[in-house]
């Protein structure tokens, strides 16, 4: 065994979660559920939503905005009350343009700068006929919810920091925006977290959707509580699993976290999120090189702090070719690394590997402990819908989520579906705004 090949079982064994593991994770993750919904110390916000699922008849044109993280999303929907569903108009807008020098996500920026900018945004996109639209608002971000159109920013995650809108109720925020701008023809209806919106667009066309998650930049997920002791009806309940704290950190998470905006927060997402996965890779190259493990001059661009980012683990992880070209581009564009051997590309793409691995497992961990709370026996089918660019665009992750859930379940798997939930973040919205009537 070569000193690297050493090295690199080490680290797979650190990374690795085995079938016993997901067991005892999804044991435990089923536990801090129980304790946050009856308001006892948990890792998990359990964070009602005020909204159940839909029927699919809803129906009408519909705005959806989707605020996620830097970019905002403005939707025209058409529900056709048969479970269809027609984007009639969208536009992506940044909220930070180096070119255009503005940044609404900074510390420096206000929230009402940052609504101001999306409320114009509305204004570019809705026809101003004398119609009037309601409007769907996914913000995803953990917010406390009083009602399905009044959320508190609880904190910001993803790394923004815009002044103002934490303690804030984002609805007014909206309104007040709208109201400056004299946009009168859309009236805000619901404001709902990314997760539900994908549980919703998926549960629209298929009843069996009980789980709704986004696996992308953030990560976290929802599932319908069959009786919320807030309403003792079925209501979606945002979990703010990113903020699960119960997996045991590498040194490498501990690094990570460390020097984050806020350590100690979100440890669930800096292990398994979009956001995360190029910077726990580039952490675990620097301390190969570091130690002399792996070639590279002090000099490189391989200490700076996120200069990889997952769209490169994604190239990583499809690079099939003898030489590993496209792996040895990585390293060189994002580090200056040039000089590696055939055997440090590989072990390069084993780490982005083992941290894809670990990431979905640890996911599909969190939702067999919501099928152990709703149905421990899975004598029912269940959907899971997801969106996200890792679960879309990762090559083998979605793979990599149902290994896991066969491991956990066995054949009983088979009653599980994990299926995209493709734009089910902005979808879902205008689903939320057309079920307001409905389901109060
Ligand atoms: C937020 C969640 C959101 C997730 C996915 C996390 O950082 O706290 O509210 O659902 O990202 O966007």
């Not at 409007?135 to 917010?143: A, K, Q």
């Not at 399905?148 to 815009?162: D, G, M, Q, R, V």
């Not at 683990?313 to 030489?323: E, K, N, P």
Request: negative net charge.
């Amino acid at each position: 065994m070569t000193d690297l090949s050493r090295v690199l079982a080490g680290i797979e064994e650190q990374l690795s979660v085995p079938a016993s593991l997901l067991k005892e994770i999804a044991d435990q993750f089923q536990a801090a559920m129980t304790a946050g919904l009856a308001g006892k110390p948990s890792s998990l916000k359990m964070l009602p939503s005020y909204i159940g699922v839909p029927t699919g008849r809803e129906q009408g044109t519909v705005v959806a905005v989707d605020f996620g993280g830097t970019n905002v999303r403005v939707l025209l929907i058409i529900l056709t009350g048969d479970g269809q569903v027609h984007i009639s108009n969208r536009r992506s807008f940044l909220l930070k343009d180096k070119r255009k020098n503005y940044d609404f996500t900074t510390a420096s920026a206000s929230g009402m700068q940052l609504f101001d900018f999306i409320a114009g945004k509305i204004a570019e996109i809705v026809p101003t006929t004398d119609k009037t639209y309601p409007l769907g608002h996914t913000f995803s971000f953990p917010c406390h919810q009083y009602d399905i159109n009044e959320a508190e920013l609880i904190s910001w995650t993803k790394e923004i920091k815009t002044a103002g809108v934490e303690g804030q109720n984002v609805g007014q925020l909206l309104q007040a925006a709208l109201e400056r701008k004299e946009i009168a023809y859309v009236y805000p209806q619901a404001i709902i977290n990314d997760t539900t919106g994908t549980l919703l667009t998926a549960a629209y066309r298929d009843n069996a959707t009980d789980i709704g998650a986004i696996c992308g930049t953030g990560h976290n997920s929802c599932y319908l509580e069959p009786v919320h002791p807030l309403t003792n009806k079925p209501m979606i309940v945002n979990m703010e699993s990113g903020n699960f704290s119960q997996i045991m950190q590498t040194k490498y998470d501990l690094c990570l976290d460390q020097d984050s905006e806020k350590p100690g927060a979100q440890r669930l997402e800096k292990q398994t999120s979009g956001q995360y996965l190029g910077e726990i890779v580039r952490i675990i190259v620097s301390s190969l090189v570091a130690d002399g493990h792996m070639a590279g001059e002090p000099a490189n661009t391989l200490h700076l702090p996120y200069s990889v980012r997952t769209e490169d683990l994604s190239t990583i992880l499809a690079d099939h070719t003898a030489g590993l070209e496209a792996v040895a581009e990585v390293a060189a564009a994002c580090w200056n690394l040039g000089n590696l051997t055939l055997g440090e590309l590989a072990a390069l793409k084993t780490i982005a590997r083992l941290v894809a691995v670990r990431s979905a497992r640890l996911v599909a961990a969190t939702w067999a402990g919501v099928l152990y709370r709703i149905d421990p026996e899975l004598n029912r089918t269940h959907t899971i819908a997801v969106d996200g660019s890792l679960y879309e665009k990762m090559p083998g992750y979605a793979e990599y989520l149902a290994q896991a859930m066969n491991d956990v379940w066995g054949i009983g798997a088979k009653k599980v579906t994990i299926r995209l939930s493709k734009d089910g973040s902005g979808i879902g919205a205008a689903i939320a705004a057309a079920t307001v009537y409905s389901w109060q």
